[in-house]
């Protein structure tokens, strides 16, 4: 998407700049990582700075976007992105519950490997089988200083 003349953009056009939601561009500017152009005014469109959008656009990618790429979901590849160390912007979202944007660097994400379906599902499930283990591990203990204090 090319800037308009005047160098500002809407939030939604900078949402499909960066191809994320709108709520996701509200994150950005709520953490002071893009800045609103003017103050705004009831009944007009809140503007950014068209060069500033573009700035973070060359710097980062939406996991959203790497995600539906390789028709994964954003959710279980943050968290393996997360989990093999990558440097990840994770951005709360300003709606309350509704959890985080994340983002990575452009230099990374030419670089990482993207896992497949198979590796995230197994690797949920290897998760799942240790919190598993844990929790039968502390009823047990529980249950065995219980019988000890009788």
Known sequence: MAAPPEGVVTYGEAASLLGVAVPVVRGLVAHGILHPATEHRNGFPKLLPAAEVQQFAAHYLAIAVVAKQFQ???????????????????????????????????????????????????????????????????????RENGARHV
Do not use: C, N
């Open 72 to 142: 994964l979901h954003g959710g279980p590849l943050a968290f393996y992105l997360r989990e093999s160390g990558a440097p990840l912007l994770a951005i709360a979202l300003p709606d309350a519950g509704k959890g985080h944007a994340f983002f990575l660097p452009r230099d990374v994400a030419a670089e990482i490997q993207v896992p497949t379906r198979r590796m995230l599902k197994e690797q949920a499930q290897r998760r799942i089988k240790a919190a598993r283990k844990r929790r039968w591990l502390a009823y047990k203990l529980t």
